[in-house]
């Protein structure tokens, strides 16, 4: 059974910045297809950036040149780096394997908050 584990959330002002980690066990890690997801209040989950098994990057465009997705394969470990980070910015952040399609393949986990807010 796959487990997803998000973390690294938390508090921020505008224009600062924070990394969350997504710790993934019960897949082989390096042959997944991996995505950062977001989820504000009132609104749909959206795919904010997703990173291939090669390295292979996407960004949605409202995060592209802030936030950077990157992977461990050695630690099982997924990264985002969230840079210059605007109100907007505030959800709960999740991360799940997708496949070739990008359709999600696992269950959602509890995700980490991420409140951008001065």
């Known amino acids: 059974q796959v487990q997803l584990v998000e973390s690294g959330g938390g508090l921020v002002q505008p224009g600062g910045s924070l990394r969350l980690s997504c710790a993934v066990s019960?897949?082989?890690?390096?042959?997944?297809?991996m995505g950062w997801y977001r989820q504000a209040p009132g609104k749909q989950r959206e795919l904010v950036a997703g990173?291939?098994?090669?390295?292979?990057?996407t960004y949605a465009t409202s995060v592209k040149g802030r936030f950077t997705i990157s992977r461990d394969n050695a630690a099982n470990t997924m990264y985002l780096q969230m840079n210059g980070l605007k109100p907007e910015d505030t959800a709960v952040y999740f991360c799940?394997?997708?496949?070739?399609?990008?359709?999600?393949?696992?269950?959602w986990g509890q995700g980490t908050q991420v409140t951008v807010s001065s």
């Open positions: 799940n394997r997708r496949n070739i399609f990008g359709t999600v393949l696992e269950s």
């Open positions: 990173i291939t098994s090669g390295g292979g990057t």
């Open positions: 019960g897949s082989i890690f390096s042959r997944d297809n």
